[in-house]
């Protein structure tokens, strides 16, 4: 009964150990909201490490990164087309970055993990080559699927920078 009653006491404090270390990666984010709700949205985020929510965060960053480019792609009228091939471009280099960035997420040394935030704020800054592409004229879809790819990858971020 002692070690059953232990193993319960354990276990509670692990979760809430989990749950406090999204509430303290988020409170430091630039956007605790947006974070939280990213964070506490997956239950496979509730008990997960750092490396393992930056593992899980990558995955879901290339998966919003892919969704845009897909966005990129479907826009062929002679207005949109050629802004929408940069766009592409910057998502299809994005992509590949955090691909790269899938192997970075798993070390622990601080070489790797300054790589890592170093290559996260390029990508930041090159899917927002995107919206500087279009300026007020975004089309709304496009503009929708860019500002879901970048607060991911700023989630991501802020995840990095709490390594």
Wanted: charged letters at 20%; one cysteine or more; aromatic letters at 4%.
């Amino acid at each position: 009964m002692c070690s059953l009653f232990s193993g319960f006491v354990l276990l509670l404090l692990l979760t809430i150990s989990q749950a406090h270390l999204i509430d303290d990666v988020c409170s430091k984010s630039g956007n605790p909201s947006l974070c939280n709700s990213i964070l506490k949205s997956d239950p496979q985020y509730a008990g997960a490490q750092i490396h393992k929510l930056g593992e899980i965060i990558v995955k879901k960053a290339i998966l919003s990164t892919q969704a845009a480019l897909e966005v990129a792609k479907s826009y062929t009228d002679a207005v949109n087309k050629p802004k929408c091939d940069v766009c592409a471009k910057s998502y299809t280099n994005a992509i590949n970055n955090l691909n790269d960035c899938q192997r970075l997420v798993n070390t622990n040394d601080r070489g790797s993990i300054t790589t890592l935030r170093t290559r996260l704020s390029a990508i930041k800054t090159e899917v927002a080559t995107c919206d500087n592409q279009f300026g007020e004229s975004q089309p709304f879809m496009m503009k929708a699927a860019s500002r879901q790819c970048q607060e991911v990858i700023s989630v991501l971020l802020d995840i990095a920078n709490h390594m």
